[in-house]
């Protein structure tokens, strides 16, 4: 899309555009058939020149200015501010935040523009909103997720209540096109970032009460790199515009005390290192911030830098914003119709890290959470808007049994309500009945040739025909926690840390067969399914991702042999190679820090791979791709066994730096020397019974 900070010579006194469609003029509307004057002459920081006026225009009471900043990094205003560089911002308490969703869960979304405005205006993620890409196509969803605007509009419907975005990316008027009547004055500045401080300014002085402002300056700028003079200029020119929006309001406040304002600057997204926008879920992506005129007590982190590592998730979130502004509005929904991602942070109870993971027994839905700040109330857990629990104070967890009719995905709505704090959470689970229990299929013994329970250290076959264990001795990542079974069958799992390596880089596991299916000539199709469970972020499926089982050099699928990778999104894939040409199954979707069911069927006759995965919040998701007689010929790799959490070399990770070393946990890793149906593998899935417990 077009940003930068170039000026219109000429605006048109009065020109009205079509209501949140403005044509790129430059120009303000009004639903109410306003026109507007420019303030004043441009000046370089944007804005007008024109002074304050000294009585007010509009109602008194609770009023709200967000501002969006794209492309102004949390570091960057944080190191702005040390060195007094954006001194019209230096009252406004600054915390690091984090946006994008939870990665491998139904709310992850990118880390990109259309995504991000989507959730600041409607305090939800992707799975709500609607909003994944930043195409011109795109459309929030208002009737699952409708805007600030239009809440706040229906809880204030005293007459003379205006709302008003002002934006100079031309992509977000589009994304609220679907909502019509809840915006007063929707302005293009067609990529004129002085054009958005004037308009804002007028606004603010007309007696707006809601207003949002959108700057694209820093980004534009950005791609001269994060260090660049044109950067530091952009953000020293945006920040002189926001400082004469924060000066209207100082103005109007002095003009009437009882006029109560609440600010807050954001930014959509995180920048990578080159100053772009990658939309991926690592950290650089994800790191937002969020600065206000109030000192808000669920706003955690003030003053500090941001967490390079999972501990960004317990900071506020840019789901945050809609609910804190509606709040100090007085237009936050009750409990019951709660939808919000997020929480007001003026909440004295802080209610973060909200997840949902199936049951292992697959008829229920585990619930956890953290609790933070004043926790001397109950927490009330609310099913699709309905009270199905109140737990005593400090509770930060509740398994809520599930009935339905057949088995099946069903999804739920889930509200938490602690003190004055409230979230809300949608989860899916794949449903098994429990009237009809599902076993394992007999016929899972059939050419079973390598089986691991994984119930102890180290590792046995039980059929005595391979071997398992690190690659190298002084590299053992290998410890055993609980897997993902329920009694009687509940035991032990195999964890797979690859963060234990030797000085040589060596981590991981390694599988070796006495007789490899791969390469037996007398094999003419195979298995290869287990158990697995990533962390909670599935924080290894980024950047070039990370390897679950391989037996080649996994730096590029083209190599010869086999592996199954784990990628962003908390993406599985399957693939096959010669060193000159490759096969591939991808798309395959993994729920985080959840059990799943993996396999690869691979027919060397019928030249086909067939991937599966079976994941508790989805159906199972099963692909066929064809393979050719090279690649059956390759399949064996390097020859040098199958790797757990690495590849074929046991340094996959020592060459692949950007992608995180971590954790992987697998269960019940079985070999079968034919090709299992799908009927067999969903009876492993759904029975949750270890292959240990066959005749």
Not at 197 to 222: E, K, M, N, S
Not at 418 to 423: D, H, I, M, R, T
Not at 664 to 693: H, Y
Request: one cysteine or more; proline letters at 5%.
């Amino acid at each position: 899309m077009t940003r930068g900070t170039n000026t219109r010579g000429v605006w048109a006194a009065g020109n009205i555009c079509a209501l949140l469609l403005l044509a790129a003029c430059g120009g303000g509307g009004s639903g109410g058939g306003i026109g507007f004057t420019p303030v004043g002459s441009p000046s370089p920081g944007g804005g007008g020149s024109n002074p304050a006026p000294t009585t007010n225009q509009g109602k008194s009471g609770p009023k709200a200015l967000v501002v969006e900043i794209d492309g102004l990094t949390h570091a960057a205003l944080r190191d702005a501010m040390a060195q007094n560089k954006v001194p019209a911002l230096q009252s406004l308490r600054l915390s690091p935040a984090w946006t994008g969703g939870a990665n491998g869960t139904p709310s992850e979304q990118r880390t990109t523009d259309g995504p991000g405005w989507a959730t600041l205006l409607t305090g939800t993620w992707a799975q709500r909103h609607g909003v994944r890409w930043d195409t011109a196509d795109q459309r929030i969803d208002v009737k699952l997720a409708p805007s600030v605007f239009a809440l706040a509009r229906q809880n204030n419907k005293a007459a003379g209540y205006k709302t008003a975005s002002v934006t100079s990316g031309a992509l977000y008027p589009l994304l609220l096109a679907n909502e019509t009547g809840t915006v007063d004055s929707a302005v293009d500045c067609a990529g004129a970032d002085v054009c958005v401080t004037d308009r804002t300014a007028q606004l603010i002085d007309t007696g707006y009460d809601l207003l949002v402002a959108q700057y694209g300056a820093p980004a534009a700028a950005a791609g001269n790199g994060l260090k660049s003079d044109a950067y530091q200029r952009a953000i020293a020119d945006t920040a002189a515009g926001v400082g004469q929006l924060l000066a209207r309001i100082a103005q109007r406040t002095a003009n009437d005390p009882k006029e109560d304002w609440l600010v807050i600057l954001t930014t959509g997204h995180g920048l990578d290192a080159f100053g772009s926008a990658s939309g991926l879920q690592d950290n650089d992506g994800k790191t937002i911030f969020i600065a206000s005129n109030r000192t808000l007590a669920a706003q955690p982190g003030v003053g500090t830098a941001a967490p390079t590592d999972a501990a960004l998730l317990s900071l506020a979130a840019a789901t945050d914003i809609a609910p804190t502004v509606l709040r100090h509005l007085g237009a936050l929904p009750a409990a019951a119709d709660y939808r919000f991602n997020g929480q007001a942070l003026q909440a004295s109870t802080s209610l973060r890290g909200l997840s949902a993971k199936t049951g292992a027994d697959k008829r229920s839905i585990v619930l956890s959470w953290t609790l933070a700040g004043t926790t001397t109330a109950p927490v009330q857990v609310l099913r699709d808007g309905k009270l199905v629990t109140t737990l005593p104070a400090g509770t930060t967890t509740y398994t809520d049994p599930i009935v339905a009719d057949s088995d099946g995905v069903y999804g739920y709505q889930y509200t938490l309500v602690s003190g004055e704090a409230s979230v809300a959470l949608f989860a899916q689970i794949a449903y098994v009945k429990p009237e009809a229990p599902v076993t394992l299929a007999p016929t899972l013994a059939n050419g079973l040739v390598n089986y691991y329970p994984l119930d102890a250290l180290p590792a046995v076959d039980a059929k005595n025909a391979s071997t398992l264990g690190p690659w190298a001795a002084d590299a053992n990542g290998g410890s055993l926690v609980d897997d993902g079974f329920v009694a009687p069958n509940k035991a032990k799992a195999l964890r797979v840390d690859s963060t234990v390596k030797n000085a040589g880089g060596t981590a991981g596991y390694r599988l070796v067969q006495n007789n490899d299916v791969t390469t037996n000539p007398a094999v003419t199709a195979f298995t290869i399914g287990f158990w697995m469970r990533t962390d909670n972020t599935c924080s290894q499926g980024v950047s070039n991702g990370g390897t679950v089982i391989g037996n080649k050099n996994y730096t590029t699928g083209g190599n010869a042999g086999l592996a199954i990778g784990l990628f962003g999104s908390c993406e599985i894939r399957f693939n096959v190679g010669t060193g000159s040409a490759r096969a591939d199954s991808n798309g395959y979707s993994l729920s985080a820090g959840q059990w799943a069911y993996v396999a690869v069927v691979i027919d060397k006759t019928a030249l086909t791979m067939r991937g599966y995965v079976l994941d508790p919040a989805r159906t199972m998701q099963t692909n066929s791709t064809a393979i050719t007689t090279a690649l059956v010929d390759k399949l064996g790799g390097l020859g040098n066994g199958l790797g757990l959490n690495e590849d074929g070399t046991g340094l996959y990770y020592q060459r692949e730096t950007s992608s995180p070393r971590g954790a992987m946990d697998f269960n019940d890793f079985a070999i079968w020397n034919r090709a299992l149906t799908s009927d067999e593998l969903n009876s492993i899935f759904k029975s949750g019974q270890p292959l240990s417990t066959l005749p």
